[in-house]
Nanobody
Framework: VQLQASGGGEVQAGGSLSVSCAAS????????MGWFRQAPGKEREFVAA????????YYSDTVKGRFTISRVNAKNTLYLQMNSLKPEDTAVYYC???????????????????WGKGTQVTVSS
């Protein structure tokens, strides 16, 4: 599967932004999907994950309650809705995938097999 994230940009603190990830290749609905981010000078970190059907979602503690991960298998697309954004959310956001029909959990420590190029999200104070 090939992945391409898009939709990043700049927003003021407290605002909202949505990023998406288009997947190409067969059987998108057999992949667990996730969002990760990497800020300058920091290690890449897990943000959110969703199982193949979209029934199960997982979030890091830092974004829980503010971000929502979702997917539309018919469109081969993954989404991340980000609300109440903070300057510390500034990072390059990457989507990732791993073929699996398990429900999870997919959390910190998960290293998916497939990665897309990232999209920059900048939150100004």
């Amino acid at each position: 599967v090939q992945l391409q994230a898009s939709g990043g940009g700049e927003v003021q603190a407290g605002g909202s932004l949505s990023v998406s990830c288009a997947a190409s290749g067969p059987m998108f609905n057999s992949y667990a999907m996730g969002w990760f981010r990497q800020a300058p000078g920091k290690e890449r970190e897990f943000v959110a994950a969703i199982n193949w059907s979209g029934e199960y979602t997982y979030y890091s503690d830092t974004v829980k309650g503010r971000f929502t991960i979702s997917r539309v298998n018919a469109k081969n697309t993954l989404y991340l809705q980000m609300n109440s954004l903070k300057p510390e959310d500034t990072a390059v956001y990457y989507c990732a995938a791993e073929q699996s029909l398990f429900t999870g959990p997919w959390t910190t420590g998960w290293v998916p097999r497939h990665w897309g190029k990232g999209t920059q999200v900048t939150v100004s104070s």
